[in-house]
């Protein structure tokens, strides 16, 4: 099944302010990250988020969803965050 894009997309500032809490190795951008987690094994729907990320601490969790409360919206955008 083809994934549907977001209608909304994330800037780059966005992207490389989370790398910069994260660390870059634990920000995904590519397709195959991003379409691996498009979907669940529930339904066949696939959505692409915009951005897989992969905190390691609870630390770096917490980092990021300050930032991301600090640009409200942005938790509407970001679809997945494994941690």
């Known amino acids: 099944m083809m ?3 977001s209608p909304f997309s994330l800037a780059s500032q966005h992207i490389d302010e989370f790398k910069k809490i994260l ?3 634990y920000v995904f951008i590519d397709e195959d990250s991003l ?3 498009s979907h669940d094994e ?3 729907f696939h959505f692409l988020p915009d951005v897989v990320l992969k905190p ?3 630390k770096r ?6 930032f991301a ?3 409200r919206s942005l938790l509407h955008r970001v679809v997945r965050v494994q941690v």
């Open 42 to 44: 529930t339904e066949d």
């Open 35 to 37: 379409y691996n987690y």
């Open 56 to 58: 390691r601490t609870a």
């Open 3 to 5: 994934a549907t894009a």
């Open 69 to 71: 409360i600090s640009i």
């Open 23 to 25: 660390g870059e190795k």
């Open 61 to 66: 969790s917490a980092l990021f969803l300050k």
